[in-house]
């Protein structure tokens, strides 16, 4: 089946700062998904996006559902230490779920 | 407290030996999934479970095996045909086909 192509792979940022990342698809999703990772641990979901155009925050995060509905990003303000992990994006159709490869982020204090 | 629980963490077997991973949820959810991870890329689907008694076959299904008798469980079972099984194994659940799943904390399997 077809894989998302998340960018970037890996991103190194200074405390305070703010982060973008972006996931993109061939094809198109009913629903838009964004998870965090922390090593060793199972994936949490941070948003669920349901419609096209929609943008949604959570905190400091907000992730956005493309028009087109073949993409979607996620924007992280003021960093902080935490927020340190693998952040995935997923696509979902009904019983289909795809994933992103990760965007590992390291903060720099 | 509701949740969904793998066990174990750590998991080591000999090569050529089958291996069940656990997968127990009380989140009253009808679908569960089977997911394998390996450094540096993403989730790649299993198997996966819409209800009781039923099961498909994800991406990678080849020498893995999956029941679910009851709705509360869906353990995996990694046989020696599986050429490469040293990785590390994520279940999930959701309400339902549409809705966002929900990860246990995974188990790290080593195969030596």
């Known amino acids: 089946g077809q894989q998302l192509n998340q960018s970037p792979q890996s991103m190194f940022i200074q405390e305070g700062e703010d982060v973008s990342m972006n996931c993109t698809s061939s094809s198109i999703f009913n629903t838009w998904l964004w998870y965090k990772q922390d090593p060793g641990e199972g994936p949490v979901l941070l948003i669920a996006?349901?419609?096209?155009?929609e943008l949604t925050s959570n905190g400091r995060l907000t992730a956005q559902f493309g028009i087109t509905r073949k993409d979607s990003f996620l924007n992280i303000s003021a960093s902080i230490p935490s927020d340190v992990g693998i952040y995935f994006c997923a696509g979902r159709n009904n019983n289909d779920m795809r994933f992103g490869a990760g965007t590992r982020l390291t903060v720099k204090p | 407290d509701g949740g969904i629980t793998q066990s174990p963490k750590y998991l080591f077997r000999k090569e050529g030996q089958n291996v069940t991973l656990s997968c127990e949820q009380n989140l009253n959810h009808d679908a569960m999934y089977w997911y394998r991870q390996d450094p540096g890329q993403g989730l790649r689907l299993i198997y996966y479970?819409?209800?009781?008694?039923?099961?498909q076959k994800g991406d990678i299904a080849e020498g893995y095996s999956v029941s679910r008798e009851k709705k509360e469980s869906f353990p995996l079972t990694v046989t020696s045909a599986q050429k490469n099984p040293t990785a590390f194994y994520l279940c999930a659940s959701s309400i339902d086909r549409r809705q966002e799943a929900f990860f246990g904390q995974g188990t790290r399997l080593t195969v030596v």
């Open positions: 479970s819409q209800i009781v008694n039923d099961f």
């Open positions: 996006l349901y419609k096209a155009g």
